[in-house]
């Protein structure tokens, strides 16, 4: 069975950076979208990043030029490097991945994704 898990979260100072790991297990198949999302309290999950197989990516409006999001396929791990953190940025960072079938265009719609990490927390303080 497929399973994500998330590493990396923590508290910082607004300005400071953090780097999420995502080890994904039990994964096969040649081509797969991976993707961050976050959810904030009391606010909707919402797309932040997405990778294709061929390393092409998509960013939210919100993040681009400060996040990167990155992938290990020998390692099957996910990355996201954030920087220049604000306080908006808190929330609960998950990772995700399509399912073996998926043949459309990578986005950052959670309706995409079939497999999901727990999630971890990132705290920015100001």
């Known amino acids: 069975q497929v399973q994500l898990v998330e590493s990396g979260g923590g508290s910082v100072q607004a300005g400071g950076s953090l780097r999420l790991s995502c080890v994904v297990s039990a994964i096969t198949g040649s081509r797969r979208c991976m993707a961050w999302f976050r959810q904030a309290p009391g606010k909707e999950r919402e797309g932040v990043a997405s990778i294709d197989s061929d390393g092409s990516t998509h960013y939210a409006d919100s993040v681009k030029g400060r996040f990167t999001i990155s992938r290990d396929s020998a390692e099957n791990t996910l990355y996201l490097q954030m920087n220049s953190l604000k306080p908006e940025d808190v929330a609960v960072y998950y990772c995700?991945?399509?399912?073996?079938?998926?043949?459309?265009?990578?986005?950052?719609?959670?309706?995409?994704?079939?497999?999901w990490g727990r999630g971890t927390q990132v705290t920015v303080s100001s």
């Open positions: 995700a991945a399509t399912s073996s079938w998926f043949s459309g265009q990578c986005n950052t719609d959670s309706a995409t994704y079939t497999f």
